[in-house]
């Protein structure tokens, strides 16, 4: 833990259970190594869905970007106020897109480039080799897209 990060103690016990289902495939081995968005990259990484899953790709062909949610399987769920390592300050937990929290859920959109059987090739992961895979979605620029959305915090430190 940083200096000033706040941990509180876990539920006894879990409300939900849920599948993995696949891996995603990317050039990263450690968390430090990643980029810290998924627009930070330009490299190609491949998701491996599970082939028990492979008809569930009907359709997608066409659908240039996916919205993916992933399992931070290395992230501690614990914290509610956390000092990430790139920012200056102490923030809540779900004021953050860090990795650390009650559950390690991560969501990137992500460009669509190829699918070959049960291999999906995409650009725009922010994730370590042998991530679990939760979900896809496709993305709709339509209803998924806020242009005039900010993130007050952010907008600060950018100035
Ligand atoms: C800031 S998070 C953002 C994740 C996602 N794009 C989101 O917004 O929900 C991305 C960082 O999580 C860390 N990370 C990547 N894979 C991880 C994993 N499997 N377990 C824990 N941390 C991971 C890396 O440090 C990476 O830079």
């Not at 559950?103 to 650009?123: E, Y």
Request: hydrophobic share 40%.
């Amino acid at each position: 833990m940083r200096e000033g990060e706040v941990a509180v103690e876990l539920p006894a016990r879990f409300d939900a259970s849920l599948y993995f289902i696949g891996r995603i495939r990317t050039p990263w081995k450690r968390r430090e190594d990643c980029p810290k968005n998924p627009r930070e990259t330009d490299a190609a990484c491949v998701i491996e869905l599970d082939p028990r899953w492979r008809a569930a790709l009907e359709g997608l062909e066409g659908v240039t970007h996916i919205l993916v949610l992933y399992w931070m399987h290395e992230a501690r769920r614990d914290l509610v106020l956390q000092a990430p390592r790139h920012y200056s300050e102490r923030r809540g937990t779900f004021a953050l897109r860090s990795p650390v929290r009650p559950n390690p859920i991560a969501v990137s959109v992500a460009r669509l480039l190829r699918v070959d059987g049960d291999r999906l090739t995409v650009v725009g992961l922010d994730c370590i080799d042998g991530t679990p895979l939760l979900d896809i979605k496709p993305y709709f620029a339509s209803t998924d897209s806020v242009p005039d959305a900010s993130v007050g915090w952010h907008e600060k430190q950018k100035r």
